[in-house]
């Protein structure tokens, strides 16, 4: 297959485009934004992005998608109107743990449910009514 540049420039807006929230999840499984825009990580998922539209005809959100979970492990994706970043719990660390829950904590959960959250199930519903940033 031969990259083309004009999905590699769809993929640095997709990436560009992130909201913070899930910045935030992605920085837990040590990914950060100058990470995934550096060369490695963007050829991977160029890659993965083109082949998912061109071969398997995915939309580009459901491409970008893809190509954010084969990377980073981290799984982003929409149900009902809200984002949802599903985070598994090998892959992130004790502090980043803490950080995770301080920002459901400050977004309205208790400290038990964001614990829960984070640590057993490893998922996060960003309601966007809290969350203006998810798309």
Known sequence: MILRNEYREDLVEHINGLSGD???ALNAAGFTKDRLLGD??????WGIYQKNIEEYDLTAKQAFQDA???MTGVNIFETD???CINVPP?????KQIHDVEAILMKHGMDETAARTSVQEIGYVLLDQNLYPGAE
């Open 90 to 94: 090998e892959i992130i660390t004790v």
């Open 68 to 70: 954010v979970l084969a």
């Open 22 to 24: 899930v910045l935030t």
């Open 81 to 83: 109107g809200s984002v």
């Open 40 to 45: 490695a990580c963007l050829c991977q998922a």
